[in-house]
């Protein structure tokens, strides 16, 4: 476990450094020291099972037995395996969907929770309970409200929702989406709250006195004003979708058939599961490096000097 | 989304705040990151309880969390370890799911307790080739009194190329088929013997407005044991043996074409409840239709009695629950007496163990595994120790005719075939897995089925 929880997370961490490390040099190079620890650390847990997963998608091993070298073969099988296709479709199709789903969701209710009254400090704590409980939790709490003879749907009487969620490899993918949505939109809320408590009142009075609604505040100001919140949003979101496993392995285990088995699922069915740790590296591999140009490829986006153009036209 | 984007929106935080928090406040956050490291290192070794005399154990033994077995053997353990005080036996509990991922990674890195539980099969077979378990066939040789008293066919999970690699103990437990009996008053029917006679059952019971079968085909291995059977019923044992020796082209024969069509038209002619493939075996919502009277018949493991009258005791001590043997299939070509499940559990001696643990492991096997208060105390869970000669045993019992009638068919079985997820290697039982999941859902026929099985043969 402990090999497959670092490698997915290397490219979350890998992701950052090159965003700052910019800033630091050109800060002070006396401080340069304060990063060592982390640096260590990441060293020790990110770097090491990263080059120990390289040299392992190289060889044949069960997890048991011997290590033996294997060339190429690993890459060259699974590149032309068609269930690695699959789930490589099926996470970017979650990906895309997620970010379509999660992204105005959030960036409204952020948006609606920023503000000060009462009642909106009350919903904004009810909005964000989700995320005080682990992914296997909700997991398994759905898995027993979609059942189609004892959840909720046949218990409250409701013919409509009695589906096969979990069953029907369509559904299915429509109920990840929902749950991961679930699960994840209030992290993300959070984000854009403190993105627009950071947006200068003065605009919005400036905007008021010019004759600006309420829609246009936020298409004229609130949301250019956001957009480098929106990037760090959609980073988290693209690169986790890319590691997303644990409630994917408890909501479905990759089922029905392969319906949902995205990468993160289809490395550690592979390496755990069928024991092949050989072609699970490989997916580990193709997981960081993806998981790295997406982030680049995001960062890039956002522009280059990014937290020098915030306060725009201040 | 995975939990490693909240790790690093945090990880973000604390650098942004980092230029504005003094010295010493970072300083003190320095000091905690090492704390924060060694915690989450301690959750992969921490974890489960541990029970008997850990301290000064010789040998040790990784066990399954979950009643009643977790307390029927650490009785024992404990039992052995008052009479053999120098020879004790140190006990640690692992959830299941987490016990097969674990030890299997112990293993690899020579870290593995002295005692290896498992079920025998393709697993056991992966452990002899990388020379990780003893060859107890001269042990055995030595302790004939041990190897006598257990069921002969307990013996075939243990043996790799002829050679016996475990102690097959505990229970057995044959997949058999269970029926709701007032539901089959209800509309009139009669239990059915023939596959035809099944099949001729679904229509009456869609009519009366229940599912004619439960199943909990999101587990997938539920969705397996129809196949196991009707394998075995049309074809005989010797098609899947074929299959598990590994031989070309074994899952291509008549009999498997036959076995995978009809399951399709089951699935077709809406033999199983709706949404099945949504429904669950690991909370038990198969067992809760049948009882729930939603469902009229179940095909299931041993093991479902004890849970459903845990769950529904009315119902069955209340002469609603009644069960028998799978259908015979017309013209099939095995013997009605053939059962399908798993024969037994099964121990076995870690290699890289010191002599001095081997010997205690092994002083457990003669003496301490399947003693009477053992034997009993799964009698009185209503489960069948693979031990012969215990008839008057299971006739005391409250549930002696559900005991009776799992004895007869175990230790009368022509052929007792093991599980064939547990029976192939661990990469070949994933793939079949993902197959049967599929086939049920009908998105793959039985020849597309064959073709990939053909494929996923000797790996």
């Known amino acids: ?314 | 989304m995975s939990s490693s984007t909240r790790s690093q929106a945090l990880t973000s935080t604390t650098t942004g705040t980092v230029r504005a928090t003094s010295r010493r406040q970072f300083l003190s956050m320095i000091a905690l990151a090492p704390v924060a490291g060694s915690a989450l290192a301690a959750c992969g070794t921490s974890g489960p309880g541990s029970a008997g005399s850990g301290a000064d154990a010789v040998a040790t033994e990784w066990y399954l969390s979950g009643e009643p077995s977790e307390s029927i053997t650490t009785d024992a353990v404990n039992a052995f370890n008052e009479a053999n005080p120098d020879q004790a036996i140190g006990l640690t509990f692992f959830q299941n799911d987490a016990y097969k991922t674990k030890i299997k990674t112990a293993i690899g890195a020579g870290q593995a307790p002295t005692i290896i539980y498992g079920w025998g099969g393709g697993t056991l077979g992966s452990y002899v080739q990388a020379g990780q378990v003893d060859d107890l066939t001269g042990w055995f040789d030595q302790n004939v009194a041990v190897r006598d008293r257990l069921f002969p066919s307990s013996f075939g999970p243990a043996t790799v190329d002829g050679k016996l690699y475990a102690l097959p103990n505990e229970t057995v437990t044959p997949i058999v088929m269970y029926y709701n009996d007032e539901l089959f008053e209800k509309v009139g029917a009669s239990k059915p013997t023939t596959w035809d006679e099944l099949v001729a059952l679904v229509p009456v019971f869609r009519e009366a407005g229940v599912a004619p079968l439960s199943l909990g085909g999101q587990s997938r291995w539920t969705s397996m044991m129809w196949l196991e059977y009707l394998f075995d019923r049309i074809g005989g044992d010797q098609v899947f043996a074929d299959i598990a020796a590994a031989k070309p082209d074994a899952w291509n024969t008549p009999a498997a074409l036959d076995a995978l069509t009809k399951v399709q038209d089951l699935v077709r002619a809406g033999g199983f409840v709706d949404g099945f493939e949504s429904v669950t075996a690991d909370s038990n919502a198969d067992q809760a239709l049948l009882y729930t009277g939603r469902a009229a018949m179940m095909l299931h493991g041993a093991w479902c009695y004890g849970a459903m009258k845990n769950d529904a005791a009315d119902f069955v001590t209340g002469g609603k629950l009644s069960f028998g043997p799978f259908p015979t299939v017309t013209g099939g070509a095995g013997d009605p007496s053939n059962a399908v499940g798993n024969p037994g559990q099964y121990m076995s001696v870690f290699s890289q163990a010191s002599q001095e643990a081997k010997d205690a492991a092994l002083a457990f096997f003669a003496d301490g595994i399947m003693t009477d208060d053992v034997i009993q105390a799964y009698i009185d869970n209503g489960q069948v120790p693979i031990v012969t000669g215990i008839e008057d045993k299971l006739a005391a019992s409250d549930d002696a005719e559900w005991l009776d009638f799992v004895y007869q068919l175990a230790s009368k079985a022509a052929v007792f075939t093991q599980s064939w997820d547990q029976a192939l290697s661990p990469s070949t039982a994933e793939a079949l897995l993902t197959n049967i999941e599929q086939l049920f859902a009908l998105s793959i026929d039985p020849q597309a089925f064959i073709t990939t099985m053909n494929a996923t043969l000797g790996q």
């Open chain 1, 1 to 314: 476990m402990s090999v497959s929880a670092t490698t997915t997370r290397a490219p979350a961490r890998s992701a950052r450094p090159a965003g700052t490390s910019e800033h630091k040099s050109v800060k002070t190079g006396s401080v340069a020291w304060m990063a060592l620890p982390a640096l260590l650390f990441f060293l020790f847990f990110g770097g090491v099972p990263l080059v120990g997963v390289v040299l392992l998608s190289f060889t044949q091993w069960d997890g048991i037995g011997a290590i033996s070298w294997l060339g190429i073969g690993n890459w060259t099988s699974v590149l032309a395996d068609p269930v690695m296709w699959k789930a490589m479709g099926l996470t970017f199709g979650i990906m895309i969907f997620s970010w379509l789903v999660q992204t105005p969701l959030a960036l409204l209710l952020g948006v609606f929770t920023a503000g000060t009254q009462r009642y909106r400090a009350f919903l904004a704590v009810l909005y964000f309970l989700p995320l005080l409980m682990s992914a296997a939790a909700i997991s398994i709490a759905y898995k027993a409200l979609l059942d189609p003879n004892f959840g909720l749907a046949a218990s409250l009487g409701i013919p409509i929702l009695v589906q096969n969620w979990l069953g029907s490899p369509t559904l299915v993918l429509f109920v990840v989406i929902f749950v991961l949505s679930w699960m994840y939109v209030p992290f993300h809320s959070l984000i854009y709250q403190g993105g627009v408590r950071q947006i200068p009142k003065t605009m919005y009075e400036a905007a008021s006195i010019d004759g600006a609604g309420t829609v246009r505040q936020f298409f004229s100001i609130t949301l250019p004003q956001l957009k480098y919140t929106i990037i760090t949003s959609s980073t988290l979101m693209v690169v986790g979708s890319m590691t997303s496993f644990d409630l994917i392995f408890v909501l479905t285990g990759g089922g029905p058939g392969d319906a949902t088995r995205v990468l993160a699922l289809d490395m550690y069915l592979r390496g755990f599961r069928a024991n092949q740790m050989g072609p699970a590296s490989v997916i580990a591999v193709l997981i960081v490096l993806i998981g790295l140009a997406l982030a680049q490829l995001l960062q890039r986006v956002g522009g280059k000097d990014k937290s020098s153009s915030q306060m725009e036209g201040m």
